[in-house]
């Protein structure tokens, strides 16, 4: 019992982000009913995907996800600095001068 105790407070803390990201902005989206968290900086963006994926949503998964880093944050996507995968990824971005 006592080993269940970590592991549920683990399971209600939700979406976190990555150190790099712990002063970001946050923004929760829900996107084809599906929820997302999108952590960004002036010049970095993690987004999280929540929930469980089937197999063969994948792909769809990941383009909503990469479709959400412009509309949320304002700015564009450097594509070849992105990593990560369906759940989560990270990448640079490039805003427009203020």
Same mark, same amino acid.
């Given at each position: 019992? %006592?080993?269940l105790i970590p592991l549920l407070i683990l399971c209600a803390c939700g979406a976190q982000p990555a150190p790099e990201f712990f002063n970001a %902005? =946050? +923004?929760d989206v829900t996107r084809d009913g599906r929820q997302?968290? +999108?952590f960004y900086t002036e010049k970095r963006v993690e987004v999280i995907r929540q929930g469980y994926a089937k197999r063969g949503e994948h792909d769809d998964i990941r383009a909503q996800m990469i479709a959400l880093i412009p509309e949320v944050t304002g700015c564009k996507? =450097?594509?070849t600095s992105l990593t990560g995968d369906s759940g989560e990824m990270r990448g640079s971005i490039r805003c427009p001068k203020s």
């Open positions: 019992m %006592k080993a %902005k =946050r +923004v997302y968290t +999108v996507l =450097r594509e």
